[in-house]
C-alpha cells in the first residue's frame, strides 16, 4: 500500500518561488507525477518523473519555470516552482504516473497573489 503525503504550499506573491514535497511511504518504484487543481477546474498533471529520474515531462504553462526531481534514498518527490504567476494558485498534489484513484491525499494549497 503506498501513501502520499504532500507539503510545502503556502501563499506566496507573483514572481516568487516554492518548493513542494511528497513524502511516499511503502513501495517507490514507479513513475510519479505532481497534478494540480484551482477552483472550478479539473485536475490536471503538471509534471512526471521516471522511477530513475532520468525522464520528465511539463505541461506547457510551467515548462521552464517548474522542475520535478525525486530521490529515491528518501522516498521523497519535489516540485520546485519558480516565477509563479496567480493563474497557478491551485491546490497540488503528487501520485502515480498515471495516478492510482485511491491514492490521492489532502494535497497542498499554493496561493500565488498578484
Known amino acids: 500500500q503506498v501513501q502520499l503525503v504532500e507539503s510545502g504550499g503556502g501563499l506566496v506573491q507573483a514572481g516568487g518561488s516554492l518548493r513542494l514535497s511528497c513524502a511516499v511511504s511503502g513501495r517507490f518504484l514507479y513513475d510519479m507525477g505532481w497534478y494540480r487543481q484551482a477552483p472550478g477546474k479539473e485536475r490536471e498533471r503538471v509534471a512526471t518523473?521516471?522511477?530513475?529520474?532520468?525522464?520528465?515531462s511539463y505541461t506547457n504553462s510551467v515548462r521552464g519555470r517548474f522542475t520535478i526531481s525525486r530521490n529515491n534514498a528518501n522516498n521523497t518527490v519535489y516540485l520546485q516552482m519558480n516565477s509563479l504567476k496567480a493563474e497557478d494558485t491551485a491546490i497540488y498534489y503528487c501520485n502515480l504516473d498515471p495516478p492510482e484513484v485511491g491514492f490521492w491525499g489532502q494535497g497542498t494549497q499554493v496561493t500565488v497573489s498578484s
Open positions: 518523473i521516471s522511477t530513475k529520474g532520468d525522464r520528465t
